[in-house]
């Protein structure tokens, strides 16, 4: 069998150094190498039927996101680029794995997980809830996103839901308003029943009685804000402010209200929810909480890479909720003290 040619060879044969051979072959940029030599060299190379060794890559190790949803809120980019950039500056790779709510495509997911050499998981859910942990996920690394789990406690991070509401309903109240409005979602969303909370107690913090008849719980979609607002206003005493469980309401309210010759915020207060890509385009500029999605990726990226750096230590479980930020515009203003006698 004929020895394979080596870098030494080449060097003999062009009358160059086995240092320069290397810059050539190997494209190193910034080096001061005639074009002459460069083409003795790579036909030497040729000639010789010398192939240049495979480079090694370093890889980087995987982080999969498994995600039931991403394309039915405007959200998911939240989760998914905070979670991205977080793994990015760790030195992780993030494989992005989709489900589609598809109960047989996520076990198809989890059980891929042992082939992909991944490091750990991020198990996310668009909307908060809580969730079952997939036995697949073993002992393996993980890291529960915007749910949480109560049959095997894992570390997760979830939205502080109930305590924007209730910021939310206080500035209301610092505003001078008494009569404050909640028009929320269904009961069966784990954020519905939340933020109603928040309402509450903000109430009750200030000893303002909790009335009923200024709770409205439905759809949360524009039409829904529409509707309620409509209920409201047949009331004995309307709410001068309102507080939504997301902009889509808040949109329908404003649409009720200009109806109804209502100004915002002269006559009516609303506070929103999400920070929608058109709310800063309301008429007025709606105020509204907004969502930490990326934080918490951020969030739920480094708690996973603090525990596969130490697997063998103690990793407190428990559930980190972040706090929503209120984005301030123009939608909320002082009690009208004419509406108030």
Known sequence: ???????????????????????????????????????????????????????????????????????????????????????????????????????????????????LSVAGVIYTRLITQQVTTPPQLGDRPTVLLNCYAVDKPLPSVVPGDLSAVMNATLSLIEAGHTRIAYIGGEDSIEASRERIKGYRRALTMHDIPVDNHLIIKGRWTIQGGYAAFKRLQTLAEPPTAICCFCDRIAMGVYEAAKEAGLKIPQDLSVIGFDNESYSGDMLPPLTTMQLPHADMARYAVEKLAEIIAAPRARHENHKMKLECEMIVRQSVGPLNQRDSQ
């Open 1 to 115: 069998m004929s020895k394979k040619p080596t870098m030494s060879d080449i060097a003999t044969a062009c009358g160059v150094s086995q240092a320069t051979v290397s810059l050539v072959l190997n494209n190193a940029p910034g080096t001061r190498i005639s074009a002459t030599t460069r083409e003795a060299v790579v036909n030497a190379a040729a000639k010789m039927g010398y192939s240049t060794p495979a480079r090694h890559i370093d890889r980087r190790p995987l982080l999969a996101m498994i995600i039931n949803e991403v394309t039915s809120s405007p959200h998911v980019a939240g989760l998914i680029d905070g979670a991205a950039e977080a793994a990015n500056e760790l030195g992780y790779l993030l494989a992005v794995m989709p489900t589609a709510a598809d109960e047989e495509a996520e076990q198809s997911a989890l059980e891929s997980l042992a082939t």
